[in-house]
């Protein structure tokens, strides 16, 4: 069934749980995710981000994420992540996402909040919910996760959640995206501060070579959602290798990437405790 935000994460947060947000490109990654989400009764959270909309076009997506949610025995929210223009995240409105993700993290601040506000308002209208970030969850790649001046403060969580009305708040604590160089550092008591001081649930960007350690101390200091896309590419890339090198045909290759990615993912959903939740 199709549902946003609040309609999952206000029980995560109050039962100290994570819901998992697995960004897809494809309908085999789509596959994999619902699967995983109806073996293990977990409500989930699926869509896709725009830097990956040249991998997966939104009007060539979309269609098929929102009726695989529809037709879902587990609620799905089919979130836009990421979204870095305004007519992009109003497209996916549009498009009938339940939940966007704005984030203008890496420009001003005061223009975060005033077009953060003003997409708030647009897609609540649309019954849809939304998630900011505040600090800046960086490139791994560009060691953007060892920069604490990016961290996300207190104060600044408070009045960013105050002044827009968001949904749900993306921090950043010591994660970054993509695949790590050297072990992160997360900075737990800020997370549990943050988390102490808002209402809202919190999120986790970056989730993608965490230890199951990292997720469990993330969660229980005031983590809702988790973000993951990296691990389930590798999961992918490990399917068509085993499968090139066995010497598989090409649907054969296909339905092991489903497979792979599917066990990925009731991994990530065991270990944030979503499963048996729907």
């Known amino acids: 069934m199709l549902v946003n935000l609040n309609d999952i994460l206000q029980d995560a947060k109050a ?28 409500p989930v959270i699926i869509g896709t981000a725009e830097v990956l909309l040249p991998a997966g076009e939104l009007k ?15 609620p799905v929210v089919v979130h836009y992540d990421h979204g870095l ?31 953060t506000r003003e997409i708030v308002k647009i897609a609540h209208s649309f019954g849809a919910t939304v998630e900011g970030e505040i600090g800046h969850v ?9 920069a604490p001046d990016l961290y996300t403060k207190v104060e600044e969580a408070v009045d960013y959640a105050t002044a827009t009305g968001v949904d749900a708040l993306a921090v950043s604590i010591g994660t970054a995206h993509g695949a790590y160089k050297s072990k992160p550092k997360l900075d737990l008591s800020r997370l549990y ?10 999120v986790l960007h970056g989730g993608s070579g965490l230890t199951d350690d990292d997720f469990r101390n993330s ?8 973000n993951i896309f990296t691990d389930l590419c590798l999961a992918g890339n490990r399917a068509m290798k085993d499968g090139l090198e ?15 990615i599917k066990e990925e993912v009731k991994k990530k959903m065991m270990v944030f405790g979503c499963n048996g939740r729907a």
Do not use: W
Not at 193 to 202: F, V
């Open 15 to 42: 039962k100290k749980y994570g819901v998992g947000l697995f960004n897809t490109t494809d309908t085999d990654m789509l596959e994999a995710v619902i699967s995983a989400a109806e073996e293990l009764r977990a």
């Open 60 to 74: 060539l997506i979309a269609p098929s994420i929102l009726a695989a949610a529809k037709r879902a025995t587990v």
């Open 85 to 115: 223009t305004f007519a992009r995240c109003m497209e996916a409105l549009q498009l009938g996402f339940s939940s966007v993700m704005f984030d203008g993290s890496a420009g001003d601040y005061a223009e975060n909040i005033a077009a």
């Open 138 to 146: 960086g490139e791994a790649s560009a060691n953007d996760n060892a």
């Open 193 to 202: 501060d943050i988390h102490s001081a808002l209402e809202i649930p919190l």
């Open 219 to 226: 969660i229980a200091n005031g983590i809702s959602k988790v």
């Open 246 to 260: 066995q010497g598989l045909a090409y649907l054969d290759i296909r339905n092991r990437k489903v497979d792979y």
